[in-house]
C-alpha cells in the first residue's frame, strides 16, 4: 500500500506552490519520489580473512533436500553429532562418514542464537549411495581490516612480506595468519630476506647499496668492481642481485654476473659469472623450498624470450636452460616443492615442470577459480596463490581443490620470495 508523505514534505510542497503561484512562474519540475528508499551500503575496505574459520555459513538451501525446512540461509553450522566444524572441508569430511537415511544433530547460531537441529540425510542423485545435506555452503572467517592489523607474526619457511595497497603486510599462507611491517611499498624493485625489506640504492654506482626499507639501515655491497646491482630475489637469509664490469681486455664489452649477498658479512657469499649465452640477462630468482637451488629467470638480449637456469646453493649450475625448454610465454611463479616448478602459460593456465627431467604437466586448476592473472607457488607441493584483481586466494591443485580467500577487496602488488625469518 502507498504510504502518504509526511506533513513537513507536504508543508514545504505547499509553501513551494504558494511562492510560484505569487510570483507568476511555473512550478519546477521534479523526479517523482520512490515508494522505498533504498540505502546504498558502503563498501568493505581491504580486508584479511584470519584462521581455519568461524563455522560454515549456509548460502542456499535446495528445495526439496534433506535440510529444507530444517536449516536457513544465514544460518552458521558450528557443530555436527558433538564434533566441532570450522569450516567447510571439515563438513564435507565429516558427512562422508555418514550414511544416507542418517539422522545427525548439527547446531547452528542463527540471528546470534545456538540451535539445534536434527536432519535425516538423503541421497546425492549423482551417487545414490553418498548422503546429501541438501545445502550451498561457504566458510565462515574472521575478518579484519587491513588498516587494523599489528605486528608479530612469526617466521617460518614459506612465509613472506606481501605489498598490499600502499603497505607491507607478513602473511604465513599456511595458516592465514596475517602482520603489519608498518612501512609503506618501497617505489624500486624489492625483497625481503632475514627479517627486512630491501631495495638497492644508488644501483649504478660504486656506493650501491642495500637499504633496509623497514629501519632504514644502509648495507655498502663490498662486491669489488661489480656494478649495477639489481634486486633479483632473495635465498634464505641472503639476498640475490645481479651486477656487471667490464669485461677484461674486451672493450665495450660487459660480463654479468649473480651474486649472493651475506647481509651480516655485507660481501658477496659467491658470485657466478654467467657463462650461458642463451640464459642472456638475469631479471628474477626463486628459491627452492628447502634451500639447496637457485632457479634463475633470464632474458635473451636478442629475442627477450625468458629461458632458465638452475644454480645449486654453492652457485653450481646443474641444469641449464636447453634442458628446461618451456613453451613460449610462460613465466616461472616459483618452486611447487623440491622438484617440479610451476610456471603460467599467457592463458592464465598453470604447468608444472620438473626440474630435473624438464618434463611439463598441467596443473588442474579449480573451476571456481577461473582466469589467473598472477600467481604464486606456495612451496609446499599443494597450493597456489593467485590475485583474482580484488582477492588474494590459496587454491589447492589436485584431488581436493580446496579455495580460500586470503585478502578480500584488497590491491595486491608483490610477493617476497619464501622463507622470511623475521
Do not use: H
Not at 523526479?31 to 542456499?60: H, K, R, T
Not at 624438464?358 to 589467473?372: K, L, S
Amino acid at each position: 500500500m502507498r504510504r502518504g508523505l509526511p506533513s513537513l514534505v507536504l508543508v514545504g510542497l505547499i509553501l513551494v506552490g504558494l511562492l510560484v503561484a505569487c510570483s507568476g512562474q511555473a512550478p519546477p519540475t521534479r523526479d517523482s519520489l520512490p515508494d522505498v528508499g533504498v540505502v546504498v551500503p558502503q563498501a568493505l575496505p581491504c580486508g584479511f580473512l584470519l584462521g581455519d574459520g568461524l563455522g560454515v555459513s549456509i548460502e542456499d538451501v535446495i528445495s526439496g533436500g534433506a535440510a529444507e525446512g530444517k536449516l536457513e540461509p544465514g544460518d552458521i553450522l558450528v557443530t555436527l553429532d558433538g564434533a566441532e566444524v570450522l569450516n567447510a572441508e571439515q563438513l564435507r569430511t565429516a558427512l562422508s562418514d555418514k550414511s544416507v537415511g542418517q539422522e545427525i544433530n548439527v547446531e547452528v547460531i542463527r540471528a546470534g542464537d545456538p540451535i539445534s537441529v536434527a536432519v535425516v540425510l538423503g541421497s546425492n542423485p549423482d551417487d545414490p549411495s553418498r548422503p546429501l545435506l541438501g545445502v550451498m555452503i561457504e566458510t565462515s572467517f574472521e575478518r579484519v581490516e587491513a588498516a587494523t592489523v599489528e605486528s608479530g607474526i612469526q617466521g617460518g619457511p614459506l612465509v613472506r612480506v606481501v605489498g598490499v595497497g600502499s603497505r607491507l603486510y607478513v602473511l604465513n599462507p599456511q595458516t592465514a595468519e596475517w602482520g603489519a611491517l608498518n612501512t609503506e611499498v618501497p617505489a624500486a624493485p624489492w625483497t625481503a630476506a632475514s627479517g627486512a625489506v630491501f631495495t638497492v640504492e644508488d644501483p649504478d654506482s660504486e656506493d650501491a647499496a642495500l637499504v633496509d626499507a623497514v629501519s632504514g639501515d644502509r648495507i655498502l655491497l663490498e662486491v669489488a668492481d661489480w656494478q649495477g646491482s639489481r634486486i633479483l630475489g632473495s635465498m634464505g637469509d641472503q639476498v640475490v642481485v645481479s651486477a656487471a664490469r667490464p669485461a677484461p681486455g674486451e672493450e665495450g664489452l660487459f660480463q654479468i654476473s649473480v651474486l649472493l649477498i651475506n647481509l651480516q658479512s655485507r660481501n658477496a657469499t659467491w658470485i657466478w659469472i654467467v657463462d650461458d649465452p642463451e640464459i642472456g640477462v638475469p631479471v628474477a630468482s626463486f628459491p627452492s623450498p628447502d634451500g639447496t637451488r637457485l632457479l634463475l629467470a633470464g632474458q635473451g638480449q636478442e629475442d627477450d624470450v625468458i629461458r632458465y637456469l638452475i644454480l645449486s646453493s654453492e652457485a653450481t649450475v646443474q641444469v641449464r636452460p636447453s634442458q628446461l625448454t618451456a613453451a613460449e610465454g610462460t613465466i616461472a611463479v616459483g618452486w611447487f616443492d623440491d622438484d617440479e616448478v610451476l610456471l603460467r602459460n599467457s592463458q592464465g593456465g598453470l604447468i608444472l615442470l620438473d626440474a630435473a627431467t624438464g618434463i611439463t604437466t598441467p596443473a588442474e586448476i579449480p573451476v571456481v577459480v577461473g582466469t589467473i592473472s598472477r600467481a604464486w607457488a606456495v612451496g609446499d607441493g599443494r597450493t597456489v596463490l593467485a590475485d583474482t584483481g580484488s582477492s588474494l586466494i590459496r587454491f589447492e591443485i589436485g584431488a581436493s581443490q580446496e579455495v580460500r580467500t586470503l585478502a578480500d577487496r584488497c590491491q595486491i602488488d608483490q610477493l617476497s620470495d619464501i622463507g622470511w625469518s623475521g
